[in-house]
Nanobody, 122 residues
Framework: QVQLVESGGGLVQAGGSLRLSCAAS??????MGWFRQAPGKEREFVAA????????YYEDSVKGRFTISRDNAKNTVYLQMNSLKPEDTAVYSC?????????????????WGQGTQVTVSS
């Protein structure tokens, strides 16, 4: 069992930056992902990183603006978000699992955090 706790959300103006953190209980060699859900919309994939950080994956709309990374010594995954836009407003959740070739599928992840709110004002 893995427990995930997100932090770092908040209110920021368009063009600003935030860094989200996801702390995992115990050692984890899972693939880690970030997903987001805006009001009235389905949960969508944002980014993922494999167990050792060598491979990263991004949703097209965040490429070049967001960076996912992990520090296995600290059992923590980060999502650095730059050049934020109002359409990035959502609850961001981290997830852990072995999604294999279904990196972008929320159902492929086994463990989830509670989420942290990110609000980008125009």
């Amino acid at each position: 069992q893995v427990q995930l706790v997100e932090s770092g959300g908040g209110l920021v103006q368009a063009g600003g930056s935030l860094r989200l953190s996801c702390a995992a209980s115990g050692r984890t060699w899972y693939t880690m992902g970030w997903f987001r859900q805006a009001p009235g919309k389905e949960r969508e994939f944002v980014a993922a990183v494999n167990w050792n950080g060598d491979n990263t994956y991004y949703e097209d709309s965040v490429k070049g603006r967001f960076t996912i990374s992990r520090d296995n010594a600290k059992n923590t995954v980060y999502l650095q978000m730059n050049s934020l836009k109002p359409e990035d407003t959502a609850v961001y959740s981290c997830a852990a699992g072995f999604p294999r070739n279904r990196i972008t599928a929320a159902l492929a992840y086994s463990f989830w955090g509670q989420g942290t709110q990110v609000t980008v004002s125009s």
